[in-house]
């Protein structure tokens, strides 16, 4: 009962329009909701372990009762109701309280079936094994609750994004006229379904920068318009003609595809000189690569270059991949 009215406030403060203190809205309750849900499950799953170990130790008689059963079943049908219909409209609307109050409720169909096998193993066999079932069913609602706080607690910290999410903002600002490739997208989000987003895109260097900026202000109008996210959009003007800067590049991207077909670069450009000439560009790797890992990445790139021509000199920025690492590879 506790957990469906925290839900239902949190739900009901979420909705709260956007006002001066808070002009992103108030969508983030919600994820605090769910977080306090996922308290009152962990909290009763520690309970009941402690009553299930006292039980064990100390056994104690139990009553058959028919009616006790069917009143039970009877509860496991609602329970069991609550928690699809909360599990399919949480889908629906991306609500985590409400998944949360989903998996509270499918908690208590596990507790109470366990309740009924026990009741009916001590009325056919006399075997009392309420303690036992009691432990294993205390240790399965306590790692349901931890999924659920850490689930709730990843959006209020600032998780990596979603490669769905990566692709289908990418996937939109890419299909433009004008645009050669996106980069450096982040997602800042603010509730369910209420998210910020920023991400660079490359427009040819030769293309005059106010008709490239008009294509850069349809995007951002267009994507609050048909994918509900405020989109902020930075241009990175590209070389797509010089010969000799598309060879450099070919040749970098070269050596990492056969490094790793996770690494990428961009704002790929060449400062040329009489003695040495400078290849300047961001590399992206993933999340998991130390020091070590970039030093060979970018010795490997240099010893490439240099056998093309002894006056390229690189200057690199590592980056790390904001998407998902254990999804990784959009």
Known sequence: ?????????????????????????HGRI?????????????QVGFSLFKTSVDKVIHPEDLSFSKISIAILVLSIGVKLWMAVFN??????????????????????????SSTIFSMMVYGIWKVNIDGLVGVVVSVLVLIAG???????????????IDPKLYKKISDF?????????????IVHNYGPDRSMA????????????ETSHEVIDRVEREALEQLGIMLV???????????????????????????DPKLSIHDFR?????????????????????????????????????????????????????????????
């Open 87 to 112: 599990r399919t409209l949480g889908k629906r609307i991306h609500s985590t309280v409400m998944l949360a109050t989903s998996a509270d409720s499918l908690g208590d169909v596990v507790a109470t």
């Open 30 to 42: 919600e994820y605090i909701s769910a977080f306090i849900v996922a308290f009152i499950v962990v």
């Open 198 to 209: 920023s991400i660079h895109a490359e427009v040819p260097n030769d293309v005059n920068i």
């Open 173 to 185: 600002v890419g299909k433009y006229h004008g645009i050669l490739g996106t980069h450096d997208l």
């Open 1 to 25: 009962a506790a957990s469906s009215i925290i839900g239902f406030v949190g739900v009901k403060m979420a909705q709260k329009p956007p006002d001066r203190e808070h002009p992103f809205g």
């Open 270 to 330: 060449m400062v040329p000189g009489t003695d040495q000439i400078n290849l300047i560009f961001d590399l992206v790797v993933p999340f998991e690569y130390d020091q070590k890992k970039q030093d060979h990445i970018r010795s490997a790139i240099m010893g490439v270059l240099q056998i093309v021509d002894p006056r390229y000199q690189c200057v690199i920025t590592v980056e790390r991949s904001y998407v998902a690492s254990a999804k990784e590879g959009v």
């Open 233 to 259: 959009i930075h241009m990175d003007p590209v070389e797509t003609k010089d010969e000799h800067v598309l060879e450099a590049k070919e040749k970098v991207e070269k050596v990492l595809r056969a490094m």
């Open 146 to 160: 931890i999924n659920i706080a850490k689930e709730t607690l990843e959006p209020l910290i600032g998780g990596a």
